[in-house]
């Protein structure tokens, strides 16, 4: 059973960054990290979820919603099972709790983004408030 926990939430200026971590273990015999698709999600309150920034397995495509485009970058590293997403330029509207979530073998990292619930494990969810 893949397990997903988040680190790195927190309270930001506007203009400020926050790095979110997401430490993946678990794994079944003979599979990797790199054998999942990987997406970032955000919930504001009273709002649907939302894909941030996804991307395939493999690394083949990566997608990022157009409200995140150039300030957040997704990464993982695969030796240390870890997923990290680089949040700059913080705006009030990025405030919400961020979820990070794997699937085994998902290819098409905008489709992945737009059906979250394709994902099969999840993380607990970090909170980011961006606020003066």
């Known amino acids: 059973q893949v397990q997903l926990v988040e680190s790195g939430g927190g309270l930001v200026q506007p203009g400020g960054s926050l790095r979110l971590s997401c430490a993946a273990s678990?794994?079944?015999?003979?599979?990797?990290?790199?054998?999942?698709?990987i997406g970032w999600f955000r919930q504001a309150p009273g709002k649907e979820r939302e894909g941030v920034a996804c991307?395939?397995?493999?690394?083949?495509?990566?997608y990022y919603g157009d409200s995140v485009k150039g300030r957040f970058t997704m990464s993982r590293d695969n030796a240390k099972n870890t997923l990290s997403l680089q949040m700059n330029y913080l705006k009030p509207e990025d405030t919400a709790v961020y979820y990070c979530?794997?699937?085994?073998?998902?290819?098409?990292?905008?489709?992945?983004?737009?059906?979250?619930?394709?994902?099969?494990?999840w993380g607990q969810g970090a909170q980011v408030t961006v606020s003066s």
């Open positions: 979530a794997a699937l085994w073998e998902g290819w098409d990292a905008g489709r992945l983004c737009a059906s979250p619930a394709d994902f099969d494990y």
């Open positions: 991307i395939s397995s493999g690394d083949l495509d990566t």
């Open positions: 678990g794994f079944t015999s003979g599979f990797t990290l790199d054998d999942y698709a």
